[in-house]
């Protein structure tokens, strides 16, 4: 994460963006003037660019995964096959083998984790995360979205995979509650009055 510098997320639109809104999420610091703080405001980041080019190879991949898998603590992915509907597709072998050497010595013998987003092949593709072998990997763990209903996303691809779920798209809808939502957070946040009116 860059700090003390302000906007600095606009020099990589182009190029990141989806990885900078993931890092926002995963480590936005605390006290700061976007009016959001990250679900681990104090983690360290650090990014691995795997897709520099259209594919990234099974060695390219590996070697994401395995990186500096003694200081890295939990591997954020937000990536996995094309969403073509029911077409199976996963990690090669290196990637097979990175992944459970990580998982079983990583992080300095306790075990690297390895997070993957389950998938947005959904509604629209149709695609299931049955058939994608990073969700499905025992040294994986499978996060999908549901929105403040409880109902799952339109993209939100839908497998036994899943360990665990957060909210993703509409979670502001005034006319569902959150479990454990606080009315009036102008305490923490300075940017609105209440969570309710925060919806950007």
Same mark, same amino acid.
């Given at each position: $994460?860059?700090? /003390?510098?302000?906007?600095? +997320?606009?020099?990589?639109l182009g190029a990141s963006i989806h990885g900078e809104k993931c890092a926002g999420i995963i480590a936005a610091v605390l006290n700061n003037s976007? /009016?959001?703080? &990250?679900? %681990? ?10 897709? *520099?080019?259209?594919? #990234?190879?099974? %060695?390219?991949?590996?070697? #994401? ?9 939990? +591997?954020? !992915? ?11 597709? &996963? ?10 050497? &990580? ?25 299931? /995360?049955? *058939?994608?072998? +990073?969700? !499905?990997?025992?040294y994986t763990i499978a996060i999908t979205g549901i929105n403040s209903d409880g109902s799952i996303p339109d993209y939100g691809e839908r497998c036994?995979?899943? $360990?665990?779920?957060? +909210? ?9 509650? $959150?479990? &454990?939502?606080?009315? !009036? ?14 919806? !950007?």
């Amino acid at each position: $994460m860059v700090t /003390c510098v302000p906007h600095v +997320y606009i020099l990589f639109l182009g190029a990141s963006i989806h990885g900078e809104k993931c890092a926002g999420i995963i480590a936005a610091v605390l006290n700061n003037s976007e /009016c959001g703080v &990250g679900l %681990a405001f104090r983690a360290r980041l650090g990014g691995i660019r795997l897709f *520099f080019r259209k594919k #990234a190879s099974d %060695a390219d991949e590996a070697r #994401a995964l395995s990186h500096a898998s003694d200081h890295i603590d939990i +591997y954020s !992915n937000s990536w996995g096959p094309d969403d073509k509907g029911f077409e199976v597709a &996963g990690p090669g072998h290196l990637t097979q083998r990175a992944l459970q050497n &990580g998982a079983e010595k990583g992080r300095r013998g306790l075990g690297s984790i390895y997070v993957f987003a389950a998938g947005n092949g959904g509604i629209i593709v149709e695609d299931s /995360c049955a *058939f994608n072998g +990073y969700v !499905n990997s025992i040294y994986t763990i499978a996060i999908t979205g549901i929105n403040s209903d409880g109902s799952i996303p339109d993209y939100g691809e839908r497998c036994t995979g899943i $360990m665990a779920v957060t +909210y993703s798209r509409n979670i502001f809808d005034r006319s569902t509650p $959150m479990v &454990g939502q606080q009315r !009036n957070l102008s305490h923490i946040i300075s940017c609105h009055e209440s969570y309710s009116q925060s919806e !950007n």
